[in-house]
Structures are given as structure tokens and as C-alpha cells.
């Protein structure tokens, strides 16, 4: 089945810091997604991407949406403490039975 | 706070028994997933119901199950627990029946099985 690769795995970084991960797969995605968990609670969604090359911001986060369809990144500006928790990526498929399929997430750690 | 409701927030039971987790879409949202959440697997989807019936499945067990109720609200059922099912489930809805539109996530029942 689908796969999407995310990396890293984990980020140790200073308050301030930018901070980058991406998500790769060798299948083709309609539609990617970024998602925010943080401890005991559900992933909230941070942003939704819907076209091949779109770029989009929610504040301090951007995230682009892949020429080729098979990746994503996501972007975090001047990191700050709350940033902290598990940030998924996700990918809905193209034709079929359409489904999400999730990274397995970057640990995000920020240092005040 | 995303407006899909999950009771219980943490269950606890032993091996063998039978639990029902529950699940409140958000206002006007048709559609409601189920996911799996443990330490080594990530996040991975059970079953999806729009309107009543079951919509698409993804690696749920034939111990477990899952319905959709007249208004909206689902459950889903495990049975002969095993001390592996010991993981969180989430909910998320959405309001159309194609996997294509976004999903909000409820705040997750944490099941442990002894």
C-alpha cells in the first residue's frame, strides 16, 4: 500500500530557529496535509494542500504541495516553545478508494 | 477544540474482554473515520461511514467492528482484546464522503488492555 516517508524522525532546536521537514512517497497523492499533535491529544490540522506546486501559510508555518505529487514540506519560522509535539504529515490517494495515509511523524523539540 | 467528541477519554480492561468507544462527528459532518494510533505503527486508518454505511476500510481487525448510527454518532467495537490492541483511537470526521476533503480529529480514547 502507500507509504509516505517523513523526515527526521526528531528535531532538537533553539527557540528562534527555523525549522524544516518533508514527506516523500513513491505514490502520487490528490491532496497533502499537515497536522499537529500534542501529547494525549488528537492531531489538529495545521495546513491543507490541494494542488501540485501550491504553497500556503497559516502564520508562522509553510507548507508546498510537490510538483511530481509525491512530496511535501513544511516549514516553521522563529520557532518558539509551544511549537513543541509531533507534527504528521499525511496524503490522500488519487483514484479508488480514497484514504488518508500518515506519516509516522517528526518529533519537534525547542530549547527556550 | 475541533468538534468531534470522543468518550471515553481512557479505558482500561483486560485481555479478552469486549470495549465500545464512542464517537460524536462535528455539526453537519457526514462522514467519520476511524484510526489507530501505538508507538511502533504511527497512525493508521481502520474504517471510514458516511451517512450510515461503511465507506471505505483500511487494516481493522475482523475483531473488530464499526457502525454508524441514524444520528451520526459511531462506535466502534473491540472484541477479544489482546494486550497489542493497547493503543490510542482516534476519531476525525468530515463532511462530504470523499477521503479527498480534510479530517478533524476528536481527542482520542486511550485503550490499555492488562
Known amino acids: 500500500g502507500q507509504q509516505l516517508n517523513q523526515s527526521p524522525q526528531s528535531m532538537f532546536i533553539q527557540e528562534g530557529e527555523d525549522v524544516s521537514m518533508n514527506c516523500t512517497s513513491s505514490s502520487i497523492f490528490n491532496t497533502w496535509l499537515w497536522y499537529k499533535q500534542d501529547p494525549g491529544e488528537g492531531p489538529v490540522l495545521l495546513i491543507a494542500l490541494y494542488k501540485a506546486g501550491e504553497l500556503t501559510s497559516n502564520g508562522r508555518l509553510t507548507a508546498q504541495f510537490g510538483i511530481t505529487r509525491k512530496d511535501s514540506f513544511l516549514n516553521i519560522s522563529a520557532s518558539i516553545p509551544s511549537d513543541v509535539g509531533i507534527y504528521f504529515c499525511?496524503?490522500?490517494?488519487?483514484?479508488?478508494?480514497?484514504?488518508?495515509?500518515f506519516g509516522k511523524g517528526t518529533k519537534l523539540t525547542v530549547n527556550p | 477544540d475541533s468538534g468531534v467528541t470522543q468518550t471515553p477519554k481512557h479505558l482500561i480492561t483486560a485481555t479478552g474482554q469486549r470495549v465500545t468507544l464512542r464517537c460524536s462527528p462535528r455539526?453537519?459532518?457526514?462522514?467519520v473515520y476511524w484510526y489507530q494510533q501505538s508507538l511502533d505503527q504511527g497512525l493508521q486508518f481502520l474504517i471510514q461511514y458516511y451517512n450510515g454505511e461503511e465507506r471505505a476500510k483500511g487494516n481493522i481487525l475482523e475483531r473488530f467492528s464499526a457502525q454508524q448510527f441514524p444520528d451520526l454518532h459511531s462506535e466502534l467495537n473491540l472484541s477479544s482484546l489482546e494486550l497489542g490492541d493497547s493503543a490510542l483511537y482516534f476519531c476525525?470526521?468530515?463532511?462530504?464522503?470523499?477521503?479527498?476533503?480534510?479530517?478533524?480529529f476528536g481527542p482520542g480514547t486511550r485503550l490499555l488492555v492488562l
Open positions: 476525525a470526521s468530515s463532511v462530504g464522503s470523499s477521503g479527498s476533503e480534510t479530517q478533524y
Open positions: 455539526s453537519g459532518d457526514l462522514s
Open positions: 499525511a496524503g490522500i490517494t488519487q483514484g479508488g478508494s480514497e484514504k488518508l495515509v
